[in-house]
Nanobody, 121 residues
Framework: QVQVVESGGGWVQPGGSLTLTCVHS????????VGWYHQAPGKQRELVAA?????????PDFGSGKGRFTISRDNAKNAVYLQMNSLKPEDTGVYSC?????????????WGKGTLVTVGS
């Protein structure tokens, strides 16, 4: 099994920035794409951004963070980052990290518990 842990959430004023970190216990041989998901209060979880082990990124066209959020990864640290700029109150919610299995773990998904982001004045 692969453990996934998110960190970096907190309270920030509108217009501010935060960087979230996702660390997993897999490797480039067992984990392929990693995605950041946002669940606002009372709403369904949605994909914000994803990145493959090769560095290809995906920002859903109607994603809430497109143009403001940037995903990156450091394979040596098994870490994926989400840089969030120009934050808005509607960005409030739990941000979770999903790691997609590869190799022997192909077809499996591993989730962290999430980190809470609150945007308010």
């Amino acid at each position: 099994q692969v453990q996934v842990v998110e960190s970096g959430g907190g309270w920030v004023q509108p217009g501010g920035s935060l960087t979230l970190t996702c660390v997993h216990s897999g490797s480039i041989f067992t984990i392929n794409a990693v995605g950041w998901y946002h669940q606002a209060p009372g709403k369904q979880r949605e994909l914000v951004a994803a990145i493959t082990s090769g560095g290809s990124t995906n920002y859903p066209d109607f994603g809430s963070g497109k143009g403001r959020f940037t995903i990156s990864r450091d394979n040596a640290k098994n870490a994926v980052y989400l840089q969030m700029n120009s934050l808005k109150p509607e960005d409030t919610g739990v941000y979770s990290c999903n790691a997609e299995g590869a190799g022997d773990l192909y077809g499996m998904d591993f989730w962290g518990k999430g980190t809470l982001v609150t945007v308010g004045s």
